[in-house]
Each structure stands twice: as C-alpha cells, then as structure tokens.
C-alpha cells in the first residue's frame, strides 16, 4: 500500500531528479521554446519540498494536491498549470484515503492525465508531454507480464514507457504550445515537457523500488 509518505518521498525525489536534470531541460527549452523549462520546474519542485515540510500533509491526496497548488502558483510557464493540474486532480480522485493500493493510483493518474489534456486542448501524437504521460499511465495499468505484478515492476514498466515516449517525440511536428509556432521547424527536436515527465516517472519507479529493496530485507 502507498501512504502519504510514499507520496512524499516520490516528490522529493522527483525534485532532486529536476534539479539534477534543470540545465538539460532548459537547454531542450532553447531550440523550440524559450530556454526556461528547467528553471521554471527547479522553482516549482523547490516550492514542493518546501511545503511538503512545512505543513507535513498526512494523506496522499492531501500531499498531491498541495503540490499541485504549489507548482500553480509558483511555475509561470505553461508547464506549471499542467504538472500543477496533473497532481491536483490526481490528488482529488484519491479522496482522504489513508493509503492506496497501485490499482487506486493508476485510476487516479488516469483522471490527472485527462485533466492535463482537458486544460491544454493536446493528445498524444502533439509533442508535448502528454506523449510521455500517456504511455507510462498505460504501461502503469498492464504492466508488462516479464516486469512481475509487484509494485516495482508496474512502475518500472511505468517509466520505461515514458523514456520511450520522451524519446520518440524527436521526429513529431508540435501542435501545441510554444513549439508549435515554429512549424516544421520543430522536429528534430525532443520535447523538453516529455522528458521531465519521464523524470517524474523514474523518481517514481526509484521511490517503489526502494520499498520493495527494504521489504525485501524485513
Ligand atoms: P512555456 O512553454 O510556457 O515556456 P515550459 O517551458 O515550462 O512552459 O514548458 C514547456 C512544455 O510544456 C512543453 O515542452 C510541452 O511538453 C508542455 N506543453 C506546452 N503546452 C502544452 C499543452 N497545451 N498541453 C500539454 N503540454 C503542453
Ligand atoms: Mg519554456
């Protein structure tokens, strides 16, 4: 089962991932963008972190949302309202549950993701970080039969499915966002939002895995 401290602990490594991965995600920004994703998500996860501590949420909604609301309000990029929508709905669909099984989670991403879509107007296919998010929530809800039926492995087929996905908008022409103002001009190019989704999913996978690493020990 997931408490609110998995929820916790996946945030705080989601932030670490992006502080690591800040100059690359900027720099992916530069040729289709305007060169500040990664500083736009560094100042949002910090905010994250530091109201995570500060007012110690003790339900994984309740740590969603309030994580949600803090990459609202602090991210003035388009990423910010998205990744904030993302975790704020997904937060919501938990409801106060003191935990949630994986099932229960992947439900509750599913209506994140489509809340993502609802509020940017994108599908996959659009260059944008939905290309990650889809497939990953996919993956998350049939994990692969070879990957095991254990937490670890739903999440590791989770982010493996991401990373493609990342990767594989390179060739696509973007349709939305600030990207798609340069036309053809934008293939050739991986989407920075792809790729720090597929951040987010690997900060998860590692937060599982952990877990399962300590269980494993008892
Ligand atoms: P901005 O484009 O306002 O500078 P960021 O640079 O922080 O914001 O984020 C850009 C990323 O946001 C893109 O790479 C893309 O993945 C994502 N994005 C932009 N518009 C949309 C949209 N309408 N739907 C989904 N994702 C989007
Ligand atoms: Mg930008």
Redesign the pocket.
């Known amino acids: 089962m997931l408490d609110a401290d998995f929820f916790r602990r996946w945030l705080t490594a989601a932030a670490a991932a992006v502080d690591r991965a800040a100059d690359r995600?900027t720099e992916?920004?530069s040729p289709?963008?305007?060169?500040?994703?990664g500083s736009?998500?560094r100042r949002g996860f910090t905010a994250v972190v530091a109201a995570l501590e500060k007012e110690a949420p003790d339900t994984p909604g309740a740590v969603l949302t309030l994580a949600g609301r803090q990459l609202i309000s602090t991210?003035?990029?388009?990423?910010?309202p998205?990744y904030g929508t993302l975790l704020r709905r997904t937060g919501k669909a938990l409801g106060d549950a003191a935990e949630v099984d994986e099932a229960r989670f992947a439900e509750a991403l599913r209506a994140g993701v489509d809340a993502?879509?609802a509020?940017?107007?994108?599908a996959p296919g659009?260059?944008?970080?939905?290309?990650a998010l889809v497939p990953a929530l996919d993956a998350l809800g049939a994990p692969d039969d070879s990957s095991g039926d254990t937490v670890g492995g739903a999440f590791g087929a989770a982010r493996d499915a991401a990373l493609q996905g990342a990767l594989a908008?390179t060739p696509l022409q973007?349709r939305?966002?600030?990207?798609?103002y340069l036309g053809e001009r934008s293939i050739g190019h991986q989407?920075?939002?792809?790729?720090?989704?597929a951040l987010l999913f690997e900060a998860l996978a590692e937060t599982a895995s952990g877990d399962a690493s300590e269980g494993s020990r008892d």
């Open positions: 995600l992916l920004d289709i963008g305007d060169a500040d994703h736009n998500l991210v003035g990029g388009a990423s910010g998205l993502v879509a509020l940017g107007g994108a659009d260059k944008t970080m939905l290309d908008t973007a939305k966002g600030r990207a798609s989407d920075p939002g792809a790729t720090s989704s």
